[in-house]
Protein backbone atom coordinates (compact mmCIF):
# COMPACT_ATOMS: atom_id res chain seq x y z
CA UNK A 1 0.00 0.00 0.00
CA UNK A 2 1.75 3.51 -0.65
CA UNK A 3 0.14 5.88 1.65
CA UNK A 4 1.09 8.53 -0.66
CA UNK A 5 -1.23 7.65 -3.52
CA UNK A 6 -4.26 6.78 -1.44
CA UNK A 7 -4.20 10.71 0.07
CA UNK A 8 -3.65 11.83 -3.52
CA UNK A 9 -6.53 9.38 -4.64
CA UNK A 10 -8.88 10.42 -2.14
CA UNK A 11 -8.71 14.10 -2.20
CA UNK A 12 -8.96 13.68 -6.22
CA UNK A 13 -12.30 11.63 -6.09
CA UNK A 14 -13.05 14.87 -4.44
CA UNK A 15 -13.19 16.96 -6.70
CA UNK A 16 -13.97 14.89 -9.79
CA UNK A 17 -16.89 12.80 -8.60
CA UNK A 18 -19.47 15.34 -8.85
CA UNK A 19 -18.85 16.03 -12.90
CA UNK A 20 -17.57 12.16 -13.64
CA UNK A 21 -18.73 8.60 -13.29
CA UNK A 22 -15.53 7.04 -11.84
CA UNK A 23 -14.56 3.66 -12.20
CA UNK A 24 -11.20 2.35 -10.47
CA UNK A 25 -8.74 -0.15 -11.07
CA UNK A 26 -10.07 -0.62 -14.82
CA UNK A 27 -8.20 -3.81 -16.56
CA UNK A 28 -7.24 -3.65 -20.26
CA UNK A 29 -4.92 -5.29 -23.03
CA UNK A 30 -2.15 -3.05 -24.81
CA UNK A 31 -1.06 -5.30 -27.97
CA UNK A 32 2.96 -4.94 -29.14
CA UNK A 33 4.92 -6.90 -31.75
CA UNK A 34 1.83 -9.83 -31.41
CA UNK A 35 1.84 -10.23 -27.78
CA UNK A 36 -0.80 -8.78 -25.62
CA UNK A 37 -0.14 -7.63 -22.34
CA UNK A 38 -2.58 -7.04 -19.61
CA UNK A 39 -2.81 -3.86 -18.15
CA UNK A 40 -4.58 -1.97 -15.23
CA UNK A 41 -4.89 1.49 -14.66
CA UNK A 42 -6.31 3.70 -11.55
CA UNK A 43 -9.46 4.97 -13.79
CA UNK A 44 -11.33 5.24 -16.02
CA UNK A 45 -13.68 8.01 -15.95
CA UNK A 46 -16.96 9.38 -17.76
CA UNK A 47 -18.46 12.77 -17.98
CA UNK A 48 -22.13 12.87 -16.63
CA UNK A 49 -24.73 14.17 -18.90
CA UNK A 50 -24.68 18.20 -18.29
CA UNK A 51 -20.91 18.16 -19.57
CA UNK A 52 -21.54 16.26 -22.38
CA UNK A 53 -24.64 18.29 -23.12
CA UNK A 54 -22.16 21.56 -23.10
CA UNK A 55 -19.84 19.26 -25.25
CA UNK A 56 -17.28 17.19 -23.37
CA UNK A 57 -16.55 14.05 -25.28
CA UNK A 58 -19.14 11.58 -24.22
CA UNK A 59 -16.19 8.46 -24.04
CA UNK A 60 -13.96 7.63 -21.25
CA UNK A 61 -10.37 8.74 -20.47
CA UNK A 62 -7.77 7.78 -18.11
CA UNK A 63 -6.15 8.90 -14.84
CA UNK A 64 -3.34 7.49 -13.37
CA UNK A 65 -2.00 8.71 -10.01
CA UNK A 66 1.55 8.18 -8.52
CA UNK A 67 3.22 9.48 -5.73
CA UNK A 68 7.18 9.97 -6.17
CA UNK A 69 7.86 11.33 -2.90
CA UNK A 70 11.09 13.81 -2.24
CA UNK A 71 12.81 11.96 -4.70
CA UNK A 72 11.40 12.91 -7.96
CA UNK A 73 14.10 11.86 -10.85
CA UNK A 74 13.82 12.46 -14.10
CA UNK A 75 14.16 8.69 -15.04
CA UNK A 76 10.93 7.90 -13.00
CA UNK A 77 9.19 10.91 -14.47
CA UNK A 78 10.09 9.62 -17.73
CA UNK A 79 8.64 5.84 -16.89
CA UNK A 80 5.53 7.03 -15.62
CA UNK A 81 4.78 9.12 -18.67
CA UNK A 82 5.66 6.14 -20.62
CA UNK A 83 3.35 3.65 -18.68
CA UNK A 84 0.55 6.70 -19.17
CA UNK A 85 1.05 6.20 -23.23
CA UNK A 86 0.37 2.64 -23.33
CA UNK A 87 -2.46 3.16 -21.47
CA UNK A 88 -3.32 5.36 -23.90
CA UNK A 89 -3.13 2.56 -26.75
CA UNK A 90 -4.77 -0.11 -24.72
CA UNK A 91 -8.43 -1.51 -25.18
CA UNK A 92 -9.79 -1.68 -21.60
CA UNK A 93 -12.63 -4.13 -20.68
CA UNK A 94 -14.86 -1.53 -19.86
CA UNK A 95 -16.02 -0.86 -23.54
CA UNK A 96 -13.51 -2.58 -25.35
CA UNK A 97 -11.94 0.71 -26.23
CA UNK A 98 -8.69 3.08 -25.68
CA UNK A 99 -9.23 5.96 -23.24
CA UNK A 100 -9.14 9.16 -25.41
CA UNK A 101 -6.94 10.39 -23.17
CA UNK A 102 -4.84 10.15 -20.07
CA UNK A 103 -4.41 12.18 -17.22
CA UNK A 104 -1.56 11.92 -14.59
CA UNK A 105 -2.15 13.09 -11.43
CA UNK A 106 1.04 13.42 -9.12
CA UNK A 107 2.74 15.06 -6.18
CA UNK A 108 5.09 16.83 -8.51
CA UNK A 109 2.60 19.06 -9.43
CA UNK A 110 1.87 20.28 -6.45
CA UNK A 111 3.51 23.70 -4.14
CA UNK A 112 1.42 23.65 -1.23
CA UNK A 113 -1.31 22.49 0.76
CA UNK A 114 -4.34 24.14 2.33
CA UNK A 115 -7.26 23.81 3.81
CA UNK A 116 -10.40 23.89 1.38
CA UNK A 117 -13.66 24.73 2.63
CA UNK A 118 -15.64 24.05 -0.01
CA UNK A 119 -14.87 20.46 0.08
CA UNK A 120 -14.06 20.35 4.04
CA UNK A 121 -10.88 18.61 3.84
CA UNK A 122 -6.58 19.79 3.92
CA UNK A 123 -5.59 19.39 -0.22
CA UNK A 124 -3.41 20.87 -2.50
CA UNK A 125 -1.96 24.06 -4.58
CA UNK A 126 -0.94 22.56 -7.92
CA UNK A 127 1.86 23.77 -10.25
CA UNK A 128 4.25 22.12 -12.71
CA UNK A 129 7.82 22.46 -12.79
CA UNK A 130 9.53 24.07 -16.11
CA UNK A 131 11.07 20.42 -16.94
CA UNK A 132 7.61 18.74 -16.42
CA UNK A 133 6.13 21.24 -18.57
CA UNK A 134 8.81 20.51 -21.33
CA UNK A 135 8.04 16.28 -21.28
CA UNK A 136 4.10 17.39 -21.42
CA UNK A 137 4.33 19.77 -24.52
CA UNK A 138 5.34 16.32 -26.21
CA UNK A 139 2.85 14.06 -24.88
CA UNK A 140 0.04 16.26 -25.49
CA UNK A 141 0.56 15.31 -28.81
CA UNK A 142 -0.83 11.94 -27.69
CA UNK A 143 -3.62 12.65 -25.70
CA UNK A 144 -1.71 12.41 -22.54
CA UNK A 145 -1.79 14.89 -19.96
CA UNK A 146 -2.52 16.20 -16.46
CA UNK A 147 -4.60 17.10 -13.68
CA UNK A 148 -3.96 20.75 -11.98
CA UNK A 149 -6.44 21.03 -8.95
CA UNK A 150 -6.98 23.13 -6.08
CA UNK A 151 -9.22 26.06 -3.99
CA UNK A 152 -12.14 24.58 -6.27
CA UNK A 153 -10.37 24.68 -9.39
CA UNK A 154 -9.80 21.60 -11.59
CA UNK A 155 -8.14 21.56 -15.08
CA UNK A 156 -7.65 18.73 -17.75
CA UNK A 157 -4.52 20.14 -19.19
CA UNK A 158 -2.43 19.10 -22.41
CA UNK A 159 0.54 20.49 -22.92
CA UNK A 160 0.17 24.64 -21.51
CA UNK A 161 -3.35 24.49 -22.86
CA UNK A 162 -6.22 23.97 -21.01
CA UNK A 163 -8.72 20.83 -22.32
CA UNK A 164 -11.10 21.56 -19.73
CA UNK A 165 -12.10 23.76 -16.46
CA UNK A 166 -14.58 23.68 -13.96
CA UNK A 167 -14.29 26.15 -11.16
CA UNK A 168 -15.89 26.44 -7.73
CA UNK A 169 -16.69 29.69 -6.26
CA UNK A 170 -15.67 30.09 -2.41
CA UNK A 171 -18.44 33.27 -2.17
CA UNK A 172 -21.70 31.14 -3.52
CA UNK A 173 -20.79 28.04 -3.95
CA UNK A 174 -21.70 27.66 -7.65
CA UNK A 175 -19.90 25.93 -10.46
CA UNK A 176 -18.61 27.27 -13.45
CA UNK A 177 -17.14 24.84 -16.39
CA UNK A 178 -15.21 26.15 -19.29
CA UNK A 179 -16.49 24.40 -22.52
CA UNK A 180 -13.68 21.77 -23.54
CA UNK A 181 -11.58 22.56 -26.23
CA UNK A 182 -11.81 18.81 -28.34
CA UNK A 183 -9.65 20.21 -31.17
CA UNK A 184 -6.87 19.90 -28.55
CA UNK A 185 -7.68 15.76 -28.72
CA UNK A 186 -5.59 14.09 -31.31
CA UNK A 187 -3.94 16.81 -33.16
CA UNK A 188 -0.20 16.83 -34.57
CA UNK A 189 1.71 19.51 -36.11
CA UNK A 190 2.90 18.22 -39.21
CA UNK A 191 6.11 15.65 -39.29
CA UNK A 192 7.41 14.81 -42.43
CA UNK A 193 4.16 12.63 -43.58
CA UNK A 194 1.95 12.66 -40.46
CA UNK A 195 -0.86 15.61 -40.41
CA UNK A 196 -3.10 13.59 -37.46
CA UNK A 197 -3.10 10.95 -35.38
CA UNK A 198 -6.43 9.44 -35.20
CA UNK A 199 -9.36 11.24 -33.23
CA UNK A 200 -10.45 10.21 -29.79
CA UNK A 201 -13.95 9.18 -31.92
Not at 153 to 178: A, C, H, M, P, V
Request: net charge positive; with cysteine; proline share 2%.
Amino acid sequence: MNEGEDYLKSGLIKYISENFEVYPEQYGVYSCDGIDNRVRIDYLCKAKKHLIDIGFPSDYFGIEVKYFGPNAGLKKINETVGQCQIYRNSKFLKNNKQPFAVFLFSDIFIISRSYDESLKCSFFNTSTPDYIKIILRYTKLFNIGRIELGGGKFDLKLGDENFFRSYKSKQNKSITYNKSRNNLLGTIRQSGNVNKLNKWN
